[in-house]
């Protein structure tokens, strides 16, 4: 129960520490952030459908790739598609009677859900060992220290703290890099949707949101970490 202890109040600092130092990677947000709405002004709208839900969770993908992981964005995009598959087979046994044991019989539903979590675990501890590795080598330059994954593996080497007050190990990280590969694509790419949703149906408060990022692009410039805080209706509209 120690460990477990020790295991949550870590992350917990690590997960402080990405959200402090996530102001450093708001320009990587912003990019990803203008090559969607660039697609999007490019396709004439009047000829073509936009499936926005599933263009956000796109976005939302890269932005986690880009940001948490760093340079290992090509291996992330991948461990994204098989979690995709993964929920929608988990969608189809919903409602399901349930049948004791019926998960360990080798059927071919069964076999495909376990191919696709040991590729998601071998992706992600590839990932892991690549950036350990470029550690080792002191490659910063694709180290990405500050990120998610660089805070997670400083947790596991102990570095700069005490080898008795650590206990993260690499099934923690891998077990954490996937919930946060899941979970963090998911909440974005669905809050978003609804957001821009219930914009559309109240034109109103559409045009209010839309002055007031216009007002503060006039005032400082393109968007900044630092200027989202003055962004009050837009905070409104996705609490």
């Not at 952030?33 to 709208?45: F, P, Q, V």
């Not at 700069?160 to 998911?186: H, W």
């Amino acid at each position: 129960m120690r460990s477990l202890c020790r295991v949550e109040r870590h992350f917990d600092a690590i997960v402080y520490s990405f959200l402090v130092i996530g102001q450093s990677m708001f320009p990587i947000m912003s990019r990803c952030t203008m090559e969607i709405i660039e697609r999007w002004s490019s396709k004439d709208l009047k000829r073509h459908e936009i499936d926005v839900f599933t263009e956000l969770k796109t976005l939302s993908a890269d932005i986690i790739a880009r940001t948490a992981f760093g340079s290992s964005y090509a291996e992330a995009k991948q461990i994204f598609e098989l979690q995709q598959e993964q929920m929608l087979l988990a969608s189809k046994i919903q409602g399901r009677p349930f049948i004791p044991g019926v998960r360990f019989i080798p059927t071919a539903f069964n076999r495909r859900c376990w191919r696709i979590e040991k590729s998601i675990e071998e992706l992600t501890l590839r990932v892991i060992e690549k950036r350990t590795q470029c550690r080792k080598l002191d490659q910063h330059e694709d180290a990405h220290d500050d990120d998610l994954l660089g805070l997670m593996i400083d947790a596991m080497e102990h570095r700069g703290m005490e080898r008795r007050t650590m206990s993260m190990g690499m099934a923690d990280i891998i077990g954490e890099s996937k919930t946060f590969f899941a979970a963090g694509q998911e909440t974005s790419s669905t809050c978003m949707s609804w957001t821009l949703m219930l914009l559309a149906a109240h034109p109103e408060w559409q045009e209010r949101v839309r002055e007031e990022v216009r007002t503060a692009c006039d005032a400082f410039g393109f968007p900044t970490s630092d200027s989202l805080h003055r962004l009050k209706l837009v905070g409104v509209c996705l609490a």
